[in-house]
């Protein structure tokens, strides 16, 4: 379970900005959950404290219980492999095949060869991309490139999926085609956050939506439509 | 432990992809530390010709005419209780006619016959006094013209003092451009690392979002400077391998006469010293650059 218990967050900086402001929120275990808003609604600021590259100027982020905040840079890693992410952009690496970009992540966790070769091509093949393995990201199309993203994200099997404008670069076909596979992940018993700009999908799957403006909560609701703030 | 070989050759790969700045922290490595060596080489040389001075450089003392041989046994004493003292020898006024005669009549000894009634070095006894520390030896002189009954002291301090001279000033010379190599190489490393961290940053990023672990991001970095450091060693020290003696044959070619006096010191005693000390100074400059940068432009 995640819980934001009245988070603020604010950079200082030349120009001070309030990201977060008394933030409350809660994201029970396999739920599946749209986080929309504006651009500055603060919900970049969300996925950099839950996964704790910031930390919250005041109140807590809780993730099982743990106060993300409070961890030492020591205990980080180990706690950021509870959690899968997937970008607009994709992230991969382009001197690195498919495989080996899936591969990447079982490497960072240590993960044994013998286990790498049997996991990597499996969850390949859940993307579809099984047929690709040795291509590289330029040699794929953008719905493609994502799918690798996202085989990469949960190939260490994380408790959490974090997407980050999951279809933001992506024509509507290859949209629906990688949030069907982010269902897929959740009835599977994945929890997964999408956070994202893309009103039709977010119509589409009539999941729960929460809805930011101005570093707080909107809107909250099950089974919700995209809410212009 | 799994990823050991593969952080390594990521560190390895590192450098070849940013080749120029790589190459130019390597040779300002490969130029310090051959400094090092060559500067090294001329210092056990002469600190060992030094010492080898020290042992054998004497001072003769003389004493005055007349004296018997109890009083020459006490003036003996007197010297004895000098603390610096390695070894003294004493050589009686026949031991040095004897000598003398082995030198200069050598093949022609009736002719010397003439003064075996009346010794010409009647008068030349003396101790040849060898200190332990050479440096010292003015305080010695001093010390044995003050006692009754000595007449002459002889010594030469211009080898020792010139060769004492010329390595406090190499060590000096050397230390300062060190200490600025030393400086230049670990902030060249250090930048070398900072380019791979930037073209890397976008792998960095998902590495920790992924989870990697700090020894796994910053593993192939330490290997990058760990790396240039090694090499940085390695290769003055293969060029002196091969080109001390070289030059020592050189040398000896040229200057016959220096190498009468001047015995150069092996090899495998040169690399003794320089060996160890090269390659922790290659590591330690290689490791220092490394964390520099870390500090610098990589956060948890």
Partial sequence: MIEFRRVNKIYEGAVRAQALTDFNLTIGDGEFIFIIGDS??????????????????????????????????????????????????????????????????????????????????????????????????????????????LARAVVNGPQYLLADEPTGNLDPANSLEVMRLLEDFNRSGTTVIVVTHDAAMVDQFRKRVVTMKDGQVLSDMQEGGYVHA | ?????????????????????????????????????????????????????????????????????????????????????????????????????????????????????NNPLANSASYEVFLKDISNQMDFVEYAKSIKGVRLVNYSNVVAEGLSNVAAVLRTGTIAILVVL??????????????????????????????????FIRGPLIVEGLFIGVV??????????????????????????????????????VFRFIGPVSVALGVGIGLAGSFFSIKKHLKA
């Avoid at chain 1, 060869?113 to 953008?142: A, C, T």
């Avoid at chain 2, 060249?188 to 792998?203: D, F, G, P």
């Avoid at chain 2, 006469?257 to 150069?264: K, Q, R, S, T």
């Fill in chain 2, 232 to 269: 940085g060693a390695a290769i003055p020290l293969i060029i002196t391998w091969f080109g001390y003696p070289a030059v020592v044959d050189r040398i000896r070619e040229q200057y016959t006469n220096l190498v009468n006096i001047f015995g150069f010191i092996s090899r495998e005693e």
């Fill in chain 2, 1 to 117: 432990m799994r990823n050991f070989f593969y952080l390594i050759g990521q560190g390895i790969r590192n450098i070849f992809k940013h080749i120029g700045p790589s190459l130019f922290s390597l040779m300002i490595m490969i130029f310090t530390i051959f400094l090092f060596d060559a500067a090294s080489v001329i210092m056990l040389n002469i600190n060992a010709f030094v010492q080898d001075a020290e042992e054998n450089v004497g001072v003769t003392i003389f004493f005055n005419e007349g004296m018997t041989e109890e009083e020459i046994k006490a003036v003996g004493e007197e010297i004895g209780k000098y603390d610096d003292i390695q070894r003294m020898k004493f050589t009686s006024a026949e031991e040095a006619w004897e000598n003398y005669k082995k030198i200069y009549f050598a093949g022609n000894e009736h002719l010397a016959d003439g003064y075996s009634e």
């Fill in chain 2, 182 to 215: 030393l400086v230049v190489a670990v902030s060249l490393i250090s930048n070398s690392i900072a380019l791979t961290i930037s073209m890397r940053s976008q792998e960095i990023h998902i590495m920790r979002y992924i989870g990697a672990s700090n020894g």
């Fill in chain 1, 40 to 149: 500055g609604a603060g919900k970049s600021t969300l996925i950099k404290l839950l996964m704790g590259e910031e930390k919250a100027t005041s109140g807590s982020v809780l993730v099982d219980g743990v106060n993300v905040g409070k961890l030492r840079s020591w205990q980080l890693p180990k706690y950021r492999r509870h959690f899968g992410v997937i970008f607009q952009d994709f992230r991969l690496l382009q001197n690195y095949t498919v495989f080996e970009n899936v591969a990447f992540a079982q490497r960072v966790v240590s993960a044994s060869k013998k286990g790498m070769l049997k996991r990597v091509p499996r969850i390949l093949s859940v993307v579809g991309l099984e047929e690709k393995q040795k291509s590289y990201p330029s040699q794929l199309s953008g719905g493609e490139q994502q799918r690798v993203a």
